[in-house]
């Protein structure tokens, strides 16, 4: 596997490759809270998994509400722990629309089809993650992948969801002692 750091407006990230360059899938990881592409870079490129290319983009760093307003790498803002706590709409949205900026180029540049791509994440990512795969008007994804997390906006479901999340393969895994992200939500 190869691995390149790449850089945009919004902290650019890490992405691996085969060592021979070809790939016929592509796996976007986003890390959670605070964290960067670098926490999660070598556990996912231990998976090894054969002609895949894997994107792990850096949150953007902003000011967290919920951390007093120190800046951090954040897919949105956080305004506090409750389930009913208000949600950063702007930020999902702005961190959805850097994301399927990287899945159209996948798509039409690289001819990837988009039923080989998954997108996954931990905690704040896990909730990105959700929020873009089940929104996604354009795409049917081959999956998305939701560790520690909740959903976002919760209350705007089902309505929210696309036509193509009746058949996105989810797979959600969250831990019952988990301090921060409650497993409840």
Not at 44 to 60: Q, T
Request: proline fraction near 7%; glycine fraction near 10%; include cysteine.
């Amino acid at each position: 596997m190869e691995s390149i750091e790449f850089e945009d407006n919004d902290g650019g990230g890490i992405i691996i490759t085969p060592s021979d360059g070809q790939y016929d899938s592509v796996i976007f990881w986003f890390h959670g809270l605070g964290d960067t592409a670098h926490g999660w870079a070598d556990a996912i490129e231990y998976l090894n998994i054969p002609k895949a290319k894997l994107i792990l983009p850096n949150a953007p760093t902003r000011p967290i509400s919920l951390n007093y307003g120190h800046s951090m790498p954040g897919w949105s803002d956080i305004y506090g722990l409750n389930a009913n706590d208000p949600e950063d709409i702007e930020g999902f949205t702005n961190s959805a629309n850097r994301i399927n900026g990287f899945i159209e180029k996948e798509v039409t540049e690289n001819n990837i089809s988009p039923s080989r791509i998954i997108i996954g994440g931990f905690s704040q990512g896990g909730a990105l993650a959700l929020h873009l795969t089940l929104r996604h008007q354009k795409y049917a994804f081959g999956g998305c992948i939701a560790f520690s997390t909740w959903l976002p906006f919760h209350a705007d479901y089902p309505s929210a969801l696309s036509p193509h999340a009746s058949s996105l393969p989810i797979f959600q895994a969250h831990g019952t002692s988990d301090t921060i992200v409650p497993y409840k939500w």
